[in-house]
Every structure is written in structure tokens, then in C-alpha cells.
T-cell receptor, first 115, second 115 residues
Framework: EPEVTQTPSHQVTQMGQEVILRCVPI?????FYWYRQILGQKVEFLVS????????KSEIFDDQFSVERPDGSNFTLKIRSTKLEDSAMYFC?????????????FGPGTRLLVL | AQSVTQLGSHVSVSEGALVLLRCNYS??????LFWYVQYPNQGLQLLLK??????LVKGINGFEAEFKKSETSFHLTKPSAHMSDAAEYFC?????????????FGQGTILTVHP
């Protein structure tokens, strides 16, 4: 069964460093998402992406964050200058369509720890 | 804006007992509602979803949920718990009737199943 994959599974970085989290969505999906979950808190939406553009973003997704689909398979989330509060589990998801009925399929997550 | 409240961050049941995980939502428009499950070290997996039509929705692994508009609830149930049901369960809501893709999650409920 097709699945969303994410690398790395764990990342430790120093405050102020740039990190890139990578995701490979399901191959025929056109819509891509990033969510995050700070320990003990809710899973929060960050951004959705379609046709090489951001479709929607949350207040969390400020200028420190960017997303890119550098080739036909990868979808990346970049944090330019990490802060302690960026420590969280980051989930990538993809769906065939954008309509509300569409299922979003999630990857296993990347646990980011900023020291 | 949408929001989701899951009553009880931890629920513990005996094997063979009824599982009931509570979810209440708030939405200004008819919602689409989802239950996801997360097993350790895995991504979020869709259990079931309600979009339109029948209010009792059946999902995988014997779970079902009933959409009750008057109570703004979408509780998840399973008649007989199995040890393999131990996981964290997330209720989520999405705007219905539009193309917005964002999922809004509850805080999650950890289900423990005792032998």
C-alpha cells in the first residue's frame, strides 16, 4: 500500500541553525501539507501546497518557514533559523484532492529537537 | 473557525470492554469529521470519516462513530476492545462545502487496554 515517508526520523540541531525536513508524498497525490505537534499539545496545521504554490498557511508559518517541491517526488519544509520553540514532531501529509471529503495520508513524522 | 475537544486525555479499558472516546466539535459551517489513530513510531492513520449522508460511520478495525449534529459530537466506539487497539486517537474537523484542506485536531486520547 502506498505511504508517505519522511526523513530523517529524528533531528537534533542547535538554535539558529537551518534544518530541512524531507517528505515523499504518495505518488499520484497533488496536495501536500505540513503539520506539527509540540509535546503535549495538539497537532497543528502549518501549510498546504499545490501546483508549486502555498494554498493556505497558518499564523505559525512565518518568514522562518518555507516549503518547496524541488523535484517530482520530494516535498520539503525548511526552517531558516531554528528556535527552541520549534522543537516538535513534524508531520507531512498528502491527498489526491483538496476537497473536504479527501483523506489526508500522513507520514510517520520527524522529531525535531532544538538545543 | 473550527475547533475540536476530546474529553479525556487518557482512557483505560479492559480487553473485551466497550471503547468510547469522546469528541465534540465547533464549526460555523457543516463539518467534515475524521478520526485518526497513531500507533507508536507510526504516522496518523485514518480510522473513519463523516462527510455527508448516513450519520453512523463504520471504519477499520471494528470502530464506528456517530455524527450527532444536535450535540455537536462525533464519538468513537468499539464494542469489544482488543490489546492491539492501544494507541493514541485523534478527532479532527474540516470545513465542509469548500475546498479548504486544513484539518483542525483535538488534543488526542491515549487508549490503554488491560488484559
Amino acid at each position: 500500500e502506498p505511504e508517505v515517508t519522511q526523513t530523517p526520523s529524528h533531528q537534533v540541531t542547535q538554535m539558529g541553525q537551518e534544518v530541512i525536513l524531507r517528505c515523499v508524498p504518495i505518488s499520484n497525490h497533488l496536495y501536500f501539507y505540513w503539520y506539527r505537534q509540540i509535546l503535549g499539545q495538539k497537532v497543528e496545521f502549518l501549510v498546504s501546497f499545490y501546483n508549486n504554490e502555498i494554498s493556505e498557511k497558518s499564523e505559525i508559518f512565518d518568514d522562518q518557514f518555507s516549503v518547496e517541491r524541488p523535484d517530482g517526488s520530494n516535498f520539503t519544509l525548511k526552517i531558516r533559523s531554528t528556535k527552541l520553540e520549534d522543537s516538535a514532531m513534524y508531520f507531512c501529509a498528502s491527498s489526491e484532492g483538496l476537497a473536504g471529503v479527501e483523506t489526508q495520508y500522513f507520514g510517520p513524522g520527524t522529531r525535531l529537537l532544538v538545543l | 473557525a473550527q475547533s475540536v475537544t476530546q474529553l479525556g486525555s487518557h482512557v483505560s479499558v479492559s480487553e473485551g470492554a466497550l471503547v468510547l472516546l469522546r469528541c465534540n466539535y465547533s464549526s460555523s459551517v457543516p463539518p467534515y469529521l475524521f478520526w485518526y489513530v497513531q500507533y507508536p513510531n507510526q504516522g496518523l492513520q485514518l480510522l473513519l470519516k463523516y462527510t455527508t449522508g448516513a450519520t453512523l460511520v463504520k471504519g477499520i478495525n471494528g470502530f464506528e462513530a456517530e455524527f450527532k449534529k444536535s450535540e455537536t459530537s462525533f464519538h468513537l466506539t468499539k464494542p469489544s476492545a482488543h490489546m492491539s487497539d492501544a494507541a493514541e486517537y485523534f478527532c479532527a474537523v474540516r470545513r465542509g462545502g469548500t475546498s479548504y484542506g486544513k484539518l483542525t485536531f483535538g488534543q488526542g486520547t491515549i487508549l490503554t487496554v488491560h488484559p
